[in-house]
């Protein structure tokens, strides 16, 4: 089994069943800064599982783009437009084979997306390409110190964040640009029953320029 048959199975398995397992609200920073992203923007959600955050900002009036490799949390995802009478465009596919059209966003959000650092940066050079200038990249993912905390996430070091690693993407795409904010920091997570507690968290908002 490939690597990435591995993953989609894994994601499958975990979104089985008709629990939301990071709930269906979105995620609170990413409430908090979505100002950043002006009305009507297209927003492309990597990553977005069973579709809380994809959902909540086409409630917003984003034009969503939603992606991931599970088949299950797209269903879930697709569901909860329903109910929530939106419309997202939902994509299926494996972030580290599929790229977006390069400048066509105004705004990337990524959320609890943790890539192995063998991927991580040729996936997040898609995602900051697939910006136009002047949008904005959301992000807010585990810091390597919630290994330690029982509130969520990969217990594999490679998979968690710094702002480090982050500012190393950045430059290895050959993107510049502006932090808004660039955090690692404790918050409390309350996303269904997958993320509950304190947690230790990096985050980035960032503005491309050029």
Known sequence: MTESLRVRDFWNQKFAGQAYKYGEQPNAFLVQQCGQVPAGARVLVPGDGEGRNGVWLAEQGYQVHSVDCSEVGLEKGRALAERRGVVVDWVHA?????????????????????????????????????????????????????????????????????????????????????????????????????????????????????
């Open 94 to 210: 494996d972030l580290t084979t599929w790229a977006p059209t390069a400048s066509h966003f105004d705004a990337v959000v990524v959320c609890y997306l943790h890539l192995p650092s063998a991927t991580r940066p040729l996936v997040m050079q898609h995602l900051l390409h697939a910006l136009k200038p002047g949008g904005v990249f959301i992000l807010e993912a585990f810091h390597p110190s919630q290994l330690g905390l029982t509130s969520g996430g990969p217990k594999d070091v490679d998979l968690l964040y710094t702002l480090d690693a982050l500012r190393a993407d950045l430059r290895a795409a050959g993107v510049s640009g502006h932090e808004f904010v660039a955090a690692e920091c404790d918050t409390t997570l309350d996303e269904g029953p997958f993320h509950q507690g304190l947690a230790r968290v990096t985050r980035l908002v960032w503005q491309r320029q050029i």
